[in-house]
C-alpha cells in the first residue's frame, strides 16, 4: 500500500501575452522580492513578442500551478524563468514545466539547454537531478531590495545525448 498522496492532474499549456495576468500572479508568489530575481509585466511582454521565445503554463483544476519562459536561437535554447508558488512545490509541477521546455527545445532544433539562477535558489536541486552542470558564475549579479548582491550561476546540459534526453523530456 503507497503512503503517498496523489497529486491532481497536472495540465500544461501554451501560453501567450494574454496569460500575463496569471504569469504576474504567480511570478509575485514564487519569487521573494529581497533577491531582486522577478521580472517585471513590461520585460516580459516585451520578450514574448520576439521570435523564438514561448510560454509554458501549469494548472491544477484549472488554477495557476507555474509558468515556464524560454527562447532558442539556432541550436541553443535558455530557460529565461521558472516559478512555482509554494503551495504547489515538490508536488512535481516544476519538473513537468522544465520537461515541457526541454521537449519544445528539442523541436525547435536546440541541442543545449541553459539558464542563470541566484547562488542559493533552492531549485538547484531540481536543475541538478535534470542533468544540468554549473558552466559560470556572475559574482553580484542580482540585487535585492535591501542592497545585498547575490551571485548568478549559469547552469547547461545538452539535449541530444539519447542517455541525456529522457530524464528531461519524459512527463
Not at 500572479?25 to 521573494?32: K, N, P, V
Not at 523564438?52 to 484549472?62: E, F, P, Y
Not at 535591501?146 to 549559469?154: E, K, L, M, S, V
Amino acid at each position: 500500500m503507497s503512503t503517498q498522496a496523489a497529486h491532481p492532474p497536472l495540465d500544461l499549456l501554451t501560453g501567450t501575452a494574454a496569460d500575463l495576468g496569471e504569469v504576474m500572479q504567480t511570478m509575485d508568489a514564487a519569487f521573494e522580492p529581497r533577491f531582486g530575481e522577478a521580472w517585471t509585466r513590461s520585460q516580459c511582454a516585451g520578450i514574448l513578442v520576439l521570435p523564438g521565445v514561448w510560454l509554458v503554463l501549469a494548472r491544477i483544476d484549472g488554477e495557476p500551478a507555474g509558468f515556464a519562459l524560454a527562447r532558442s536561437v539556432m541550436d541553443e535554447a535558455e530557460l529565461l524563468l521558472l516559478a512555482v508558488p509554494p503551495a504547489q512545490r515538490r508536488a512535481g509541477v516544476g519538473r513537468a514545466l522544465l520537461a515541457a521546455i526541454g521537449e519544445e527545445a528539442c523541436a525547435r532544433g536546440a541541442e543545449r539547454l541553459h539558464l542563470e539562477m541566484r547562488d542559493g535558489n533552492p531549485a538547484l536541486f531540481l536543475y541538478r537531478q535534470s542533468g544540468f552542470d554549473e558552466v559560470g558564475r556572475r559574482p553580484r549579479y542580482y540585487r535585492g531590495r535591501d542592497g545585498r548582491a547575490h551571485d548568478a550561476i549559469t547552469l547547461a546540459r545538452m539535449l541530444t545525448s539519447e542517455r541525456l534526453i529522457p530524464d528531461i523530456v519524459t512527463l
